[in-house]
């Protein structure tokens, strides 16, 4: 299948079963909450002594993120395996994804985040470097989108990686090996994919409405809407890549 045949079969897939947006959206929903929850105590604490609270609650936040995040990253892709071979899913996939794929989910998970950290880290190095000794304006503008293109690629891969994992029964070595063996053979469709991957990310974090508040509500809404668009264009590029035949089950 061509690139532009398996984006056709991503949307019909995404439009058969919408359910699949439950997830993310609830990702969404629990970050929106935390952010809120965080402002309100942080304005509480600016105004307040000085407390273990401005120290714990940072931490109490990223926790949170991170368990819900890879909750939902599990789930996704167990909802997603689901779609691709079988063309339905239901709201049990995620429970007995994460039963079967944790450990999987979560190495692969350890070792491409840590990767995405470093490059978003080594970008904002480097821009405040720049911000320093050219126009700090410029800089500031350019630095967001430079991190988008370079922490795309650990995350495009991430996605392609987790298909050979929930769709195959693959370890973590195996997942790692077939998924970037799938993404090398069929470097131009990978390419293409890492565009899409790269564009959304840039929207994500345009910023494009001036109100703090609003914005994250926007940019979680475009997250969770584009997450299963993603996940279901990764696997379908390694279904088609391994010659893995769907089942004709409904």
Same mark, same amino acid.
């Given at each position: &299948?061509?690139? +532009? !045949?398996?984006?056709?079969?991503?949307l019909r897939l995404y439009r058969q079963k919408p359910i699949i947006v439950l997830p993310p959206s609830v990702l969404a929903?629990?970050?929106?909450? &935390?952010?809120?929850?965080? /402002? $309100? =105590?942080?304005?509480?604490?600016?105004?307040? #002594?000085?407390?273990?609270?401005?120290? =714990?609650?940072?931490?109490?936040?990223?926790?949170?993120?991170?368990?819900?995040?890879?909750? *939902?990253?599990?789930?996704?892709?167990? &909802?997603t395996r689901r779609l691709v071979l079988e063309g339905h899913t239901s709201i049990s996939d995620w429970g007995s994804s994460? +039963?079967?794929?944790?450990?999987?989910?979560?190495?692969?998970?350890? =070792?491409?985040?840590?990767?995405?950290?470093?490059? $978003?880290?080594?970008?904002?190095?480097? @821009?405040?470097?720049?911000? *320093? $000794?050219?126009? #700090?304006? $410029?800089?500031?503008? =350019? %630095?967001?989108?430079?991190?988008?293109?370079? %922490?795309?690629?650990?995350?495009?891969?991430?996605?392609?990686? /987790?298909?050979?994992?929930? &769709?195959?029964? +693959?370890? /973590?070595?195996?997942?790692?090996?077939?998924?970037?063996?799938?993404?090398?053979?069929?470097?131009?469709?990978?390419?293409?994919?890492?565009?899409?991957?790269?564009?959304? !990310?840039?929207?994500?974090?345009?910023?494009?409405?001036?109100?703090?508040?609003?914005?994250?509500? *926007?940019?979680? @809404?475009?997250?969770?809407?584009?997450s299963p668009f993603l996940f279901i264009l990764a696997f379908l590029i390694y279904r088609n890549k391994k010659g893995l *035949?769907?089942?004709?089950? !409904?």
């Amino acid at each position: &299948m061509s690139f +532009k !045949s398996l984006i056709w079969e991503a949307l019909r897939l995404y439009r058969q079963k919408p359910i699949i947006v439950l997830p993310p959206s609830v990702l969404a929903l629990v970050n929106i909450t &935390m952010a809120s929850i965080n /402002l $309100s =105590i942080l304005l509480y604490i600016m105004e307040s #002594p000085p407390s273990l609270l401005f120290f =714990i609650l940072p931490l109490l936040s990223i926790a949170v993120n991170i368990l819900v995040s890879f909750l *939902v990253i599990v789930g996704l892709a167990g &909802m997603t395996r689901r779609l691709v071979l079988e063309g339905h899913t239901s709201i049990s996939d995620w429970g007995s994804s994460i +039963k079967t794929h944790f450990r999987v989910v979560l190495g692969l998970g350890i =070792i491409f985040g840590s990767i995405f950290i470093l490059s $978003s880290t080594t970008t904002l190095v480097l @821009g405040a470097s720049l911000t *320093v $000794s050219t126009n #700090p304006f $410029s800089t500031l503008r =350019i %630095t967001p989108i430079a991190r988008d293109i370079v %922490t795309s690629l650990p995350l495009s891969l991430f996605y392609i990686v /987790l298909a050979p994992a929930m &769709m195959e029964g +693959k370890g /973590l070595r195996d997942s790692l090996r077939h998924g970037l063996r799938a993404a090398r053979g069929g470097l131009r469709v990978y390419v293409s994919y890492l565009g899409i991957v790269i564009i959304i !990310s840039i929207v994500i974090t345009a910023n494009p409405i001036p109100f703090g508040e609003t914005n994250n509500i *926007v940019s979680e @809404g475009v997250r969770a809407i584009s997450s299963p668009f993603l996940f279901i264009l990764a696997f379908l590029i390694y279904r088609n890549k391994k010659g893995l *035949v769907p089942s004709t089950e !409904s």
